[in-house]
């Protein structure tokens, strides 16, 4: 009926539900003829694009279950996925191929990896039309999708979810989002919410809106896209609705007509900034957990109705869904009374993949109704006297932080892995959702590496769930009956994180206290003093963005984001402030990650795109004693000139640092960063330093005329895309700064294909990324750059690619290796 009408737009390109339907009936063909059916499993990993409903849609055309593979996953987490589900084949999307085959090696399962857009050939010719029927043969209870979710083992856990229950949940969605309606697809798509965002829409008839690849992350492009493309529906966590409602041009969303927030608890706050914001629609605080098909229950603000006062329920059952509030004998208690919520119904999933003890235990017959299954959510409920009911918080050690579902035994058992240590406890600390911290308390048989540690946590854990401390004790404390008391540990471990904090100290005019509010609200820790280091109370370079959005809009000044770390206390930023400093001069383009000691120093000189901002995570890995700089390009303000050349810039900065080359010095630098700190290295030896060495992170380099000359510019679409991906694009950016940002990326493009690197004197290090080159390419580099050094050489692979190097555990790795360097220095000296 609605064949020519649009079913799916992303970033300006879109399908009719005719193209939308053939494409996905084609590949669904294509894979019958590869083995899917009912119940047989196909791993998903494909980005935010057109593509991802297409391949979706096939998977369930031809009767199989998809598995969603978030590409952000560490490739431990990937691997446990595809070797507990078994897979057919995997469905990949351009670099999200090169995750999986990470993620494959050491398996024990050899799976074949599809490019939904590279290998279309393969099913091109296949038929438009939809599979047989008889030849698929799918029912209500085969399944539509298997999500991992945290588990108590160190592992994730797969829900096996029918298609009875999202097909209950998205005929139930119906009365929401009809013919003239759009959803906006952002949510993460190992998230359960994802499948409710992706077919919600195409069910009735409307359009689904994607949003761009870390486009959820940006609440000022959210709020564009939505008055664009005329959104009436989006889903959000509690902690994103309030980001997204905080953005002024929110309340231009006209065409928002139901807004659903879930997993978190819904403040009565946000409730009221709702209404303010966007008075004419409906919010629905919607509850239920992954094992019930994304929704069970919920409760909705009307239009100009009253935010009740204290807590916000999760309403009623959805249809054809059942509630229970169960004693331990699972006897049902009367309303007021706290038990145990047992949902039933269509929604309940099938168990647990491979786990048929926990699903046992977590699954059980319904007493109250012959054939119906119960899922026993482990949540603590109570009915109020309207019939609604109201969410008490977790009778088992799961938890929900800022909307993520964690299991903390999980945590533990990985921690309990690490070398060294014999026991841990996780838990969260903080009296409130907004000021929540995840927090290890760990016995140790000695001094343990935290930078180690991490390293070995980010290899299956998300980055959403890593503890953001850690605590270090002789002994953990016990009750009088043996088991660890968890009161205890959550008083030392906030008495902990109060006495990191030494420089507290109060507001002491009206910058300083509005500087501490923002602080305070954006890093969600209570205690904060003026002359805190942004970075060691939890402040991260996203956060930093945002700070720096924040503080703009609040005092209506441009804040760039080397402002905050140039000037990481609330003190310094209010002098700044106060002073109306612009920091545009060359010396506000040298950023201080950490002075030191002042006797060693690593300088790190800017990518291509002009900032150096992606260096904080090594800073963050080098011993404190070690100064750390950063070198920001010419160019990225108003009013600045680039450098004409890389010799030019290497003058340049050479004279900005002038103060640290008279002691041991390491130059280094990411890509085409890495072109200019060794001019600068070449310039500094030629001048009869002796303690400089130069480490290359994946410089590229070749004697092949035609290298270079393949060097050229991008046009504005595929920077954006570079600057949403590597750069960031804080919200609220104004057209003039991506302007200012996209000249200076080309200009440096230019500038890499016009320079030749001379030999050099002195000592150079390489470090490379593994993945993306050949062994032959890899082998051309090393020798490329070993045929330019003088005073020694050292080449290092470390996993991943291009731009993983300053991420997660390959920063370790980088890191050890500028030690090494820096221990040499002092090996010289003793000579």
């Known amino acids: ?59 369930l055309k031809a009767g199989g279950a998809y598995v969603p593979l978030d590409p952000d996953y560490p490739s ?35 799976v074949p990896i599809l490019d939904v857009q590279a290998d279309a050939a393969l099913w091109a010719q296949c038929s438009p039309d939809n599979p047989d029927p008889q030849r698929v043969r799918v029912n209500a209870d085969h399944l539509a999708y298997v999500l991992y979710t945290s588990g108590t083992t160190g592992l994730p ?54 949003a761009r690849p870390g486009g959820h992350f940006e609440p000022g492009y959210l709020a564009q896209v939505v008055r664009e493309q005329s959104v009436t529906a989006m889903v959000f966590v509690p902690a994103m609705l309030q980001l997204f409602l905080e953005v002024e041009e929110v309340s231009a969303c006209h065409s928002l007509k139901d807004v659903f927030s879930g997993g978190g608890e819904l403040s ?75 949902i039933g119904g269509a929604g309940v999933a099938r168990g647990y993949m491979g786990l048929a003890e926990l699903t046992a235990e977590r699954f059980i017959d319904n007493p109250f109704v012959a054939g119906d299954r ?230 790190c000189i800017h990518r291509a795109g002009g900032t150096a901002f992606c260096y904080l995570s090594l800073a963050k890995e080098l011993p404190e004693s070690i100064g750390v700089y950063g070198v920001q390009s010419p160019g990225l303000n108003p009013g600045e000139s680039t450098e004409p050349s890389v010799e030019a810039m290497a003058d340049a900065y050479l004279r900005r640092i002038a103060p640290l080359t008279s002691q041991p010095l390491i130059l280094t630098g990411l890509s085409f960063g890495g072109l200019v700190a060794y001019e600068m290295a070449w310039r500094l030896t030629a001048a009869g330093h002796r303690q400089v060495t130069v480490v290359l992170l994946d ?16 046009d504005m679409a595929e920077f954006r895309d570079k600057l949403v991906r590597f750069n960031g694009m804080y919200p609220g950016i104004e057209d003039a700064q991506v302007e200012r940002y996209f000249h200076l990326y080309n200009h440096n493009r230019l500038a890499m294909a016009a320079y030749e690197c001379e030999p050099h004197a002195g000592r150079i290090v390489l470090i490379q990324a593994r993945e993306g080159f050949s062994r032959t390419q890899l082998h051309e580099l090393r020798s490329f750059w070993r045929r330019r050094a003088g005073d020694g050489y050292k080449a290092r692979l470390v996993h991943g690619g291009h731009w993983d190097m300053l991420e997660s555990s390959e920063v370790h790795r980088v890191s050890q290796t500028l030690r090494q360097e820096l221990q040499r220095f002092d090996t010289q000296e003793a000579q």
Not at 197 to 203: A, I, T, V
Not at 540 to 562: D, H, L, N, Q, W
């Open 1 to 59: 009926r609605r064949e020519d009408e649009c079913a799916v737009i992303f970033e300006g390109q879109s399908l009719s539900y005719s193209q939308l339907n053939s494409q996905a009936n084609r590949l669904a063909q294509h894979l019958l003829t590869l083995g899917v059916g009912p119940d047989v499993r196909v791993a998903v990993c494909i980005e935010r694009s057109l593509e991802l409903p297409v391949a979706l849609l096939a998977v």
């Open 76 to 110: 431990g987490r990937l691997r446990h996925i595809l070797e507990d589900t078994c897979p057919v084949v995997l469905l990949a999307l351009g670099p999200t191929r090169k995750i999986l085959r990470d993620a494959l090696q050491g398996a024990d399962c050899e």
């Open 157 to 210: 856990k797969g829900a096996m979810v029918t298609h009875r229950g999202l097909s209950n949940l998205l005929l139930w969605c119906q009365q929401f989002c009809g013919e003239s309606g759009s959803m906006l697809h952002k949510i993460p798509f190992g998230f359960d919410a994802s499948a409710w965002e992706l077919f919600w829409p195409l069910l009735t008839g409307g359009r689904l809106v994607i």
């Open 268 to 342: 009565p706050a946000v409730a009221r900034l709702f209404q303010k914001r966007l008075p004419h629609a409906r919010l629905h605080n919607v509850y239920g957990p992954t094992e019930t098909t994304v929704i069970s229950s919920v409760w909705t603000l009307q239009p100009g109705a009253e935010v009740p006062p204290r807590q916000l329920p999760i309403g009623r059952p959805i249809a054809n869904t059942r509630f229970y509030v169960l004693d331990e004998r699972n006897a049902p208690v009367p309303a007021g009374v706290s038990g145990q919520l047992h």
């Open 374 to 603: 119960l899922y026993r959510s482990g949540d603590l409920a109570r009915y109020r006297p309207d019939g609604q009911l109201e969410f008490l918080g977790r009778n088992d050690f799961q938890v929900k932080l800022r909307g993520i579902r964690l299991e903390l035994s999980e945590i533990e058992a990985r921690l309990d892995l690490f070398p060294g240590i014999r026991s841990s406890v996780a838990l969260i600390v903080g009296d409130t959702a907004q000021n929540q911290r995840l927090v290890a308390c760990c016995v140790a048989d000695g001094a343990v590496d935290e930078s180690a540690l991490r390293a070995h946590l980010a290899t299956t854990l998300s980055s959403a769930v890593m503890p953001s401390a850690y605590l270090w004790l002789d002994a953990l404390p016990l009750t009088v009956n043996g088991k660890v008391d968890r009161v205890a540990l959550a008083t030392l471990a906030d008495q902990d994180l109060a006495e990191r904090q030494v420089n507290l100290g109060s507001p002491r005019d009206h910058i300083e206290l509005a500087l501490y509010q923002i602080w305070k609200d954006l890093l969600l820790v209570p205690q904060i003093g003026i002359r805190d280091n942004f970075f060691n109370v939890g402040g991260t370079s996203i956060a930093a963005i945002k700070m720096a959005y924040e503080i703009g809009r609040a005092f209506s000044v441009e804040v760039p984001v080397r402002v905050i770390l140039g000037h990481p206390t609330i003190e310094a930023l209010g002098g700044w402030l106060r002073t109306g400093a612009s920091l545009t001069s060359a010396q506000g383009n040298l950023i201080e990650f950490r002075r030191g000691a002042g006797q060693r120093n690593v300088v």
């Open 699 to 714: 410089t590229q380099g070749s004697d092949d005329p035609g290298f270079r000359q393949h060097i050229g510019t991008v």
